[in-house]
């Protein structure tokens, strides 16, 4: 019910693996799995492929963005914080971690560009309420 009400906001959903192991340490059998598996599961509940992909904790190496190229990825965040990319290699994009406790000035510093204007404020309410786990 929350990745369906995530993805009826507009957010992208991609994969993370089954068990969030460390890809570069597995067998290529084994990464393939948990690859795979994953994404067959989300596409099958939100009824559209997933390609886009995020590293369990930043562990690749070519083997893996390999495996991701073969099974119709297009395009994985490694752990590197930044917020310009290179995109010559779309299998080692970075990200930068959102942390709850920060204001969109915050974060906009972090990300290394301007915040909103003086008087800025936030869209108001109201937002969809995520639906209760096990309901």
């Known amino acids: 019910q929350q990745i369906l ?5 507009g957010i992208t959903i991609g994969d993370h693996t ?6 570069a340490k597995l067998s290529s059998a084994q ?18 492929p997933v390609v886009d992909f995020c590293y369990p904790i930043g562990s690749y190496d070519p083997q893996v963005e390999a495996q991701l190229q073969a099974d119709g990825f297009q395009e994985a965040f490694a752990e590197d914080n930044g917020a310009q990319e290179n995109w ?12 709850g406790s920060w ?3 915050s974060w906009a510093s ?19 309420a995520p639906p209760l786990v096990g309901s």
């Open 5 to 9: 009400w995530v993805k009826s906001l």
């Open 18 to 23: 089954v068990h969030h192991r460390a890809l």
């Open 31 to 48: 990464a393939e799995a948990e690859i795979v598996d994953a994404q067959q599961t989300l596409e099958g509940l939100i009824g559209q």
């Open 88 to 99: 010559n290699n779309r299998f080692a994009l970075s990200r930068h971690e959102v942390l």
């Open 103 to 105: 204001s969109v000035i």
């Open 110 to 128: 972090a990300i290394g560009i301007a915040p909103p204007p003086a008087g800025w404020t936030p869209p108001p309410p109201p937002y969809p």
